[in-house]
């Protein structure tokens, strides 16, 4: 499966950014989705997930209330809509597929950066 992450960039603290992770090469509706993201520094760290039939979501405390985590099966590809972001939220941004019933993600994507000014 090959992971195709878009959509970071440079947003002021208050603003919304939407990130998309394009799947493909795999049957993308049997994985559970993630996103993960590292700041500058910083260890990789868990943001949100979906499972596959898009019924199921968890959040990291920090995004809980800002950010959701969707996913469209048809066009293979998983979305995270950043709400009400902070210069906290600053990183390089990572979607993650994994095989339903695995503890480890199986593929990564390139990542893509979100800045978010003050």
């Known amino acids: 499966v090959q992971l195709q992450a878009s959509g970071g960039g440079l947003v002021q603290a208050g603003g919304s950014l939407r990130l998309s992770c394009a799947a493909s090469?795999?049957?993308?509706?049997?994985?559970?989705m993630g996103w993960f993201r590292q700041a500058p520094g910083k260890e990789r760290e868990f943001v949100a997930r979906?499972?596959?039939?898009?019924?199921?979501?968890v959040y990291a405390d920090s995004v809980k209330g800002r950010f959701t985590i969707s996913r469209d099966n048809a066009k293979n590809t998983v979305f995270l809509q950043m709400n009400s972001l902070k210069p906290e939220d600053t990183a390089v941004y990572y979607c993650?597929?994994?095989?339903?019933?695995?503890?480890?993600?199986?593929?990564w994507g390139q990542g893509t950066l979100v800045t978010v000014s003050s």
């Open positions: 993650a597929a994994k095989r339903i019933g695995n503890v480890d993600y199986d593929y």
């Open positions: 090469g795999g049957s993308f509706s049997s994985y559970t």
């Open positions: 979906i499972t596959w039939s898009g019924s199921g979501t």
